[in-house]
């Protein structure tokens, strides 16, 4: 299967692992198509000065790989919505997914309100997109942080101090929050969005109270 967009995308990475053929079938993860193929040429990859992420296959250099990002039980379990029928293979800078359906099609998670949405038919379409405009991953931010503070390290992207989903949130100001626990956060954050009556005024702890408290 050619990749044509996607090796536009690639062509000025930093890689995470080392190509590796993949199996069929790790655990419980099937790979879908497109993903075997691409695993098969790269494992993970940063683009965009560490906007993008892109997860290598196996957990490494402190990046959660494919196979354990996506174990129900790591961060999926925290929302009401069955994710366990998509794959999670890639990340904007603020820690937003990219995956893939049954249907081999790409969704774009919000993980603050546990939404899924399409927005490719396959994965080369979604990198002809992302190539034709970096800020949809926040290339922008992430040139901004490094600036002010150096790269952002291997397992971490950049949250907004106030969740994007409140009110009073307008994406100022940002902390490196570890992966897992930015998923856990969100996760529950998704939750009480989802159960709270309407009109009620939700009250949410600060991601930097959250990581303070799962250290």
Known sequence: ?????????????????????????????????????????????????????IRPYKSVRGVRGLVEWNDPSLWKCEYELNLEDYVFFAEDVVGFSYCLGLDHRVYFFDPEQGVVELIAESVDAWAESICGDSREVGASLAISWISDHGEIPYGYRL??????????SEGIGNVLAPELPLARFRGSL?????????????????ITDFLRMHK
């Open 1 to 53: 299967m050619m990749f044509h967009s996607l090796n536009e995308l690639l062509s000025t990475t930093e890689a995470i692992g080392c190509s590796q053929t993949m199996g069929r079938r790790v655990g419980c993860l099937s790979i879908p198509t497109p993903l075997r193929s691409f695993y098969s040429l790269h494992d993970g990859a940063f683009v965009f000065n560490r906007a993008l992420l």
């Open 190 to 206: 998704a939750r009480s969005l989802s159960s709270a009556p309407d009109g009620e005024q939700l009250r949410v702890r600060s």
């Open 159 to 168: 949250a907004p101090l106030v969740p994007f989903v409140m009110k009073e």
